[in-house]
């Protein structure tokens, strides 16, 4: 390797770990769930985006068998080549029809979605106003168009409008946010937002990672959430989280929309096409999630429970009603140590700090799932209860 290159990443390396530490992934064995081995123990599980319990879904698995015994591994192709099955418009009709677009298109990932949408649907007259707390996908697919970029304020409405207001000069303005915010597990103030696109002749592009599945009556997301119908021009999805966990992520809107994505969409173009046995996958999540209101009504209800129950605890919650419990413990490694002292009652949550949240705002991410049993709710507080009582947290 060469020799000054090796020693620049050393040294980088060296600085990190001294600084900030170096990051190590955790290695878990067996089916994902809301119980997970770890190094031989067994922990509860509040660190997966697996809300409503679907990773490991007999009914899902068994589609995914059948689609890896009838069509293979993988297709070795684009789908602009010889990549494309029927399976893959079947999961994009059946997406397609649960958040209520016209048409969807599939991607390796919503990372891919996010990467491949901006560049595909607006030139360098246009202007993209993004929410300061987008997911980095969405920075990262901004920056590789070449509209003009305006960062907003997070979740704030005036902010944007004075920039919305200065952007008349735009042939096209185009609102980018998540529709539930993945370190805040606060929900996007759609109704505001599409009044605010309607009224400067904006396009409005919502990223509902966090809320296909969760969200709604039938899952359909954050839009359905607010009761709203229509308004959303792009939107943005992941079959990793809710809908089985599997990976892939899309696109949706109108047909032009999807067509244009068709025809210039780097990360749909030039990449191998979804394996079909993912794809199968998704679409029995999806049937599920569907026909499964009490899987979001236990979700709620699990959700509601253990926010109160760390609340009562005295722990700083930030609020809102996404199974997302963003528990703040600012500061050092405070966050960190109460992470450790969970884990060693048997629970995993993750501490998030710099850069994945502004330096000072340090906290634990618990994540709810449908698969969570009252006992492993109760064993979570129990273990916040405790951490709290050896640290004086709260
Ligand atoms: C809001 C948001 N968008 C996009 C992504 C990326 O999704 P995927 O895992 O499908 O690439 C994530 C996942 O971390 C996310 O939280």
Redesign the pocket.
């Known amino acids: 390797m060469n020799a000054a290159l090796l020693a620049r990443l050393q040294t980088d390396l060296d600085v990190r770990r001294t600084t900030s530490g170096l990051r190590h992934d955790l290695v878990a064995s067996g089916i994902q769930g809301s119980v997970l081995r770890v190094d031989g123990e067994m922990l509860v599980n509040f660190a997966a985006n697996d809300y409503l319990g679907l990773a490991g879904d007999p009914e899902v698995l068994e589609s995914a068998q059948r689609a890896l015994r009838d069509l293979g591994l993988g297709v070795s192709a684009g789908r602009v080549l010889c990549g494309t099955r029927d399976i893959h418009g079947q999961l994009e009709a059946a997406i397609a029809d649960l958040v209520g677009a016209e048409d969807a298109v599939l991607y390796g ?4 979605a ?1 990467l491949g949408t901006f560049d595909a649907l607006l030139g360098r007259s246009d202007a993209v106003f993004s929410d300061a707390l987008n ?1 980095a ?2 920075i990262d697919g901004i920056r590789l168009s070449s509209a003009r970029r305006q960062v907003f304020g997070h979740a704030d409405l005036a902010d944007l409008e004075r920039r919305l207001a200065a952007g008349a000069d735009a042939r096209h303005r185009l609102i980018v946010t ?1 529709g ?1 915010f ?1 370190m805040d597990g606060d929900i996007a103030a759609l109704p505001q937002l599409v009044g605010l696109a309607r009224q400067y002749d904006a396009a409005l592009m919502v ?1 509902d ?2 809320a296909t599945g969760v969200l709604g009556a039938t899952g359909a997301g954050t839009a359905e959430y607010y009761g709203l119908d229509g308004g959303i021009d792009v939107l ?1 999805g ?4 809710a809908l089985g966990g599997g ?3 899309f696109v949706a809107g109108s047909h032009a929309v999807v067509e244009t994505l068709r025809q210039s969409s780097r990360p749909y173009i030039f990449t191998n096409a979804m394996a079909p046995a993912l794809a199968a996958a998704a679409i029995t999540a999806i049937r599920i999630a569907r026909r499964s209101p009490n899987l979001r009504e236990r979700l709620a209800a699990n959700t509601a429970w253990l926010r109160k129950a760390l609340s009562d605890l005295g722990y700083d919650v930030l609020p809102g009603d996404h199974p997302i419990i963003p528990v703040m413990l600012r500061g050092g490694s405070l966050a960190r140590d109460v992470a450790a002292a969970l884990r060693r009652d048997g629970v995993l949550a993750f501490a998030l700090s710099h850069p994945v949240v502004p330096a000072g705002e340090e906290r634990i991410r618990v994540q709810v799932s449908a698969a969570h049993t009252t006992a492993q709710l109760e064993l979570a507080a129990a273990a916040f209860a405790r951490a709290s009582t050896v640290m004086a947290v709260a």
Do not use: R
Not at 109 to 112: K, M, P, Q, T
Not at 238 to 241: A, F, W
């Open positions: 990932s919503c990372f891919d996010n997911h996908s969405l998540d539930v993945s990223d990672s966090h943005t992941t079959l990793g989280k990976a892939g992520g």
